[in-house]
């Protein structure tokens, strides 16, 4: 009985509460609350929308970060311990299949950015400065995508539209028709009128958003790879010439560190904020990933007074990167100083390795120019570093110069190309080239950019990634005091002719019968 009259007092409870919510869910509508059909009307809509175009691109940057640097020859996977994140082994190790999660979620993370882009470009009218500026970048971003998806994929389809139900299956693309499309979607943004030029070098403000020779290097860099060196070199040129951007002047390793955001030598960054209200919406694991793994280490002055702790040891440059800098420039280089440390150059600021403790995935270099600062942080939270304010690099104007340089020696130019590649060298503190070839730009653009998101793509067009590749994940090693030791060892490995292009993912097949694998996958 006790309990009859329990479940009563419960049923009658609910009964008046669910009564209760409808009464209050029962409120009057104010202000725009519609769909899509009610949007993209206005500039703040339109600036809403960019808004949420960055976003999604900058979302992606970590996941875009890590599959392209690790696929590439110049670090090591590291972590903590073997098997610490299998998936970035996996691509380091040429151990990955057509069902790999980074792989896949790259492929899925450039289609939502087109996405965004489509939305602008398909719903917004062309009747004000601020929308046809919010379509150009629109474009812009759409390209970029695309030129991402054609360069690593290949085949990937082409989206140039809000998809109706009916096309959600889209067959492959060719890479011929994705270059046209990218070509397009760049020469109508940059012939538009709308994306503003920075006033000077020093214009941080301007150059948060694309502008016009952002537009313009893109656009160099799609035409290079595809063999169009004279078209190419012209546009690169106009960037150049413009005189709106210029290598930073301030110490080299501080060229990814916040002292250096905006700098004017920033072509296209995701923007972060020193706001510490909203330090959590600043996060992200892209640095924490990268650091050294500082719970292996001991750290005494002065490293201790300005190095931030708490980083998890991925992205362990290799001998190979180290040995290529001495090569060009000898052991004390002012560049290579400011890249990468040998373990006896960290003993020297008070690093070592803790007594018993393995670094796997290392041989005792370590990466230099991305170190943990604490300047660098929202909060310095000595055991979590992933609320730096440091932006996320995407282009910068020493990649302009190479890709001209590179351009102009294809196309027979060799005074602009040894003029380009010099400016490069003596930001370094190097020797000036006298004569310059191909392999001169192969060199200086491994060093100058390497950890940057652009070595996988360049060893693939060059023909070369077979060849200096083929054994990457026959073995790994560790460090320890004791010196390099190769513990791990993998009997399927290396960079082979499938790998020119990635997998489309396993479920894009399984869920399209429209589209095709990639050759040998």
């Known amino acids: 009985m006790k309990t009859k009259y329990i479940s009563l007092l419960v049923a009658g409870f609910l009964s008046l509460f669910n009564t209760a919510c409808e009464d209050r869910l029962d409120i009057a509508k104010h202000g725009n609350l519609g769909g899509q059909d009610e949007f993209y009307k206005t500039d703040e809509d339109a600036s809403q929308a960019l808004a949420s175009l960055y976003t999604s691109w900058g979302s992606n940057y970590y996941n875009w970060f890590y599959t392209k640097n690790l696929l590439a020859d110049d670090?090591?996977?590291?972590?903590?311990?073997?098997?610490?994140?299998?998936?970035?082994?996996?691509?380091?190790?040429?151990?990955?299949?057509?069902?790999?999660?980074?792989?896949?979620?790259?492929?899925?993370?450039?289609?939502?950015?087109?996405?965004?882009?489509?939305?602008?470009?398909?719903?917004?009218?062309?009747?004000t400065d601020a929308k046809k500026r919010a379509i150009a970048e629109a474009r812009f971003f759409r390209a970029w995508s695309h030129f991402e998806l054609v360069t690593l994929y290949g085949t990937a389809p082409i989206v140039d539209h809000l998809l109706q139900p009916s096309e959600y299956r889209l067959p492959n693309s060719t890479p011929e028709d994705t270059w046209i499309f990218i070509e397009k979607d760049l020469n109508d943004a940059i012939?538009?009128?709308?994306?503003?030029?920075?006033?000077?070098?020093?214009?941080?403000?301007?150059?948060?958003?694309?502008?016009?020779?952002?537009?313009q290097a893109m656009l160099g860099k799609a035409y290079l790879f595809q063999g169009k060196y004279g078209e190419a070199a012209a546009i690169l040129d106009k960037v150049i010439e413009s005189g709106k951007y210029a290598l930073y002047s301030g110490e080299y390793d501080m060229l990814l560190h916040v002292a250096a955001n905006g700098c004017s030598e920033s072509m296209l960054e995701v923007q972060k904020r020193n706001d510490t209200e909203q330090a959590w919406n600043q996060m992200t694991m892209t640095f924490i990933m990268q650091?050294?793994?500082?719970?292996?280490?001991?750290?005494?002055?002065?490293a201790s007074t300005y190095i931030a702790t708490g980083t998890y040891g991925f992205m362990n440059p290799r001998a190979s990167l180290y040995n290529a800098f001495v090569e060009e420039e000898g052991a004390d280089g002012y560049r290579l100083k400011g890249t990468m440390r040998?373990?006896?150059?960290?003993?020297?600021?008070?690093?070592?390795?803790?007594?018993?403790?393995?670094?796997?995935?290392?041989?005792g270099y370590f990466m230099w120019k991305n170190r943990a600062l604490k300047?660098?942080?929202?909060?310095?939270?000595?055991?979590?570093?992933?609320?730096?304010?440091?932006?996320?690099?995407?282009?910068?104007?020493?990649?302009?110069?190479?890709?001209?340089?590179?351009?102009?020696?294809?196309?027979?130019?060799?005074?602009?190309?040894?003029k380009y590649?010099?400016?490069?060298?003596?930001?370094?503190?190097?020797?000036?080239?006298?004569?310059?070839?191909?392999?001169?730009?192969?060199?200086?653009?491994?060093?100058?950019?390497?950890?940057?998101?652009?070595?996988?793509?360049?060893?693939?067009?060059?023909?070369?990634?077979?060849?200096?590749?083929?054994d990457?994940?026959?073995?790994?090693?560790?460090?320890?005091n004791s010196g390099v030791e190769f513990q791990f060892k993998n009997s399927t490995y290396g960079f082979k002719t499938k790998h020119k292009l990635l997998p489309i993912p396993r479920k894009e097949i399984e869920l399209n019968p429209n589209m095709v694998q990639n050759e040998n996958w």
Request: glycine share 8%.
């Open 75 to 127: 670090v090591w996977c590291g972590g903590g311990s073997r098997g610490d994140n299998s998936s970035m082994e996996q691509l380091n190790e040429y151990t990955f299949d057509t069902d790999h999660g980074m792989v896949q979620s790259l492929y899925s993370g450039m289609y939502g950015i087109i996405y965004k882009a489509n939305l602008i470009i398909d719903l917004l009218d062309s009747d």
């Open 191 to 215: 012939n538009s009128g709308a994306l503003p030029s920075k006033a000077n070098v020093n214009d941080s403000e301007t150059g948060i958003r694309v502008t016009k020779e952002v537009a």
């Open 291 to 302: 650091g050294w793994r500082t719970d292996k280490l001991t750290m005494g002055a002065p």
């Open 342 to 363: 040998t373990s006896q150059q960290m003993k020297e600021i008070g690093v070592s390795v803790q007594s018993g403790a393995y670094m796997v995935g290392h041989e």
């Open 375 to 418: 300047e660098d942080c929202v909060y310095d939270a000595s055991f979590f570093q992933a609320l730096q304010y440091i932006n996320l690099r995407v282009m910068r104007y020493a990649e302009v110069l190479l890709l001209a340089a590179e351009a102009h020696v294809m196309g027979g130019s060799m005074d602009k190309a040894l």
């Open 421 to 470: 590649i010099n400016e490069v060298r003596t930001r370094a503190r190097l020797q000036s080239l006298s004569s310059v070839t191909l392999d001169d730009v192969k060199k200086e653009k491994r060093l100058e950019l390497c950890l940057e998101s652009v070595r996988y793509q360049d060893l693939v067009r060059w023909g070369d990634a077979e060849t200096i590749m083929k």
């Open 472 to 480: 990457q994940g026959k073995e790994i090693p560790t460090f320890s």
